[in-house]
């Protein structure tokens, strides 16, 4: 078992964007996430699976070259969907 608040593995990725594999799935997500923001159940819910039932605090690191850090989960979820870099891991 993982601890919680640390990102998925490759293998978990895989799993948690299956369902959103579709460009459309995915931007849907997105929209949600614009329309109402971080706090919204289901987005919560979203962002604590993709993170082992935690959602991080404080700075991120992710994946992206020239852009590793972040303010928060919300601010980098925000800027994948901005960027349509939807599969992007912290």
Request: hydrophobic residues 30%; glycine residues 6%; positive net charge.
């Amino acid at each position: 078992a993982q601890q919680p608040g640390t990102p998925l593995s490759d293998e978990e990725y895989r799993q948690f964007f299956r369902s959103l594999r579709a460009a459309r799935r995915a931007s849907t997500a997105c929209l949600l996430r614009a329309l109402y923001g971080c706090q919204n159940p289901l987005v919560r819910r979203l962002d604590e699976y993709e993170n082992h039932g935690v959602i991080p605090e404080g700075p991120i690191c992710s994946e992206l070259p020239g852009t590793p850090f972040f303010p928060d989960f919300c601010t980098f979820s925000f800027y994948r969907c901005t960027r349509k870099r939807y599969f992007i891991k912290v």
